[in-house]
């Protein structure tokens, strides 16, 4: 693989999805594209590297991207977010909401795991709050995570990672050697194909935001502009929940930490962002 190939995609990935490789590029490089190499029929992920500097193959390009991509997720992944949402979060926006409906965005959904579990948690809740209705969209900028997360298909291991098994008999039915979620939970939620580089506000207004586990994959620049569009889309009273190795303090003062709650941000009404002043 050549210095030439490697800085093509690095920017190219940049561009396309924020991503930026870190130092154990070659690796990386090698393990997340030697399928893609295999299947579209090059002989190594450098001949692939040289088609993608040299063509301008749009459906290679999109391939490339997508495999890139870090997909890691599981069922009620990290436990706090879910927990705080449960306790806190929840019951305040049940109490202001009259028409009983909280709008949530699940903006790095990935295989969908993240936006399940808060369905099956409302499920569970249901008795606390019988007239609240959570409205909740996934995104993800790959496709090949969003038609698994709409299969609502996983296998053994996946739906042992994280998942209560009260839940899984609850809300899963075996299909041969795999487990589906039930037709009810697919149902609940809508899922997109939306890229965070790109204009934000089609997203409309959402009373919570899960943005867990893919600012880290960003530099300052690309973090500093999701978390100020996603503040322009959020109420004053709205909520957003980081991953456990994010956070916007040193990015932007359009959130604040919530005190005592881990990776749980609120609006600063204090300031004023760029993007609200451009905005206004
Ligand atoms: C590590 S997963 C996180 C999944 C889930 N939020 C969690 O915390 O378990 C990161 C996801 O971000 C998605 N992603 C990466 N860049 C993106 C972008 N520019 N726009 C939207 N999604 C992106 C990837 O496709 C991947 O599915």
Not at 122 to 127: D, G, I, L, Q
Not at 206 to 220: P, T
Request: aromatic letters at 8%.
């Amino acid at each position: 693989m050549t210095n030439e190939d490697i800085e093509h995609l690095s920017a190219m990935l940049k561009a396309r999805s924020g991503l930026i490789l870190g130092s154990d590029k070659t690796y990386l490089i090698e393990s997340r594209l030697a399928p893609v190499a295999r299947k579209e029929g090059f002989s190594s992920v450098s001949a692939l590297l040289t088609a993608l500097r040299t063509k301008r193959d749009e459906k290679l390009m999109a391939m490339v991207t997508d495999a890139m991509t870090t997909n890691e997720t599981f069922f009620f992944r990290d436990k706090v977010p879910f927990d705080q949402f449960k306790s806190d979060v929840l019951p305040a926006l049940a109490k202001t909401r009259l028409n009983g409906e909280i709008k949530i965005w699940c903006a790095a959904c990935s295989t969908g795991q993240e936006p399940y579990s808060l369905a099956m948690l409302m499920e569970e809740s249901r008795a606390q709050f019988p007239r609240v209705n959570l409205d909740i969209l996934a995104t993800d900028i790959s496709d090949r995570c969003l038609e698994k997360a709409q299969s609502g298909l996983y296998t053994q291991f996946e739906v042992q990672r994280g998942l209560p098994i009260t839940m899984m008999v609850k809300n899963f039915e075996k299909v041969d050697e795999m487990w589906r979620i039930s037709p009810k939970m697919r149902q609940s939620i809508r899922f997109k194909k939306l890229n965070l580089l790109d204009d934000l506000r089609g997203i409309g207004r959402m009373d919570v935001i899960y943005c867990r586990n893919v600012l880290i994959y960003f530099d300052l620049e690309t973090k500093k502009k999701v978390l100020e569009q996603m503040a322009q889309l959020l109420p004053d009273d709205g909520y957003l929940f980081l991953g456990a190795a994010e956070t916007v303090l040193g990015i932007t003062d359009a959130f604040k930490p919530m005190p005592g709650m881990r990776g749980l941000y609120i609006k600063n009404q204090a300031v004023k962002t760029e993007a609200a002043r451009r905005l206004a």
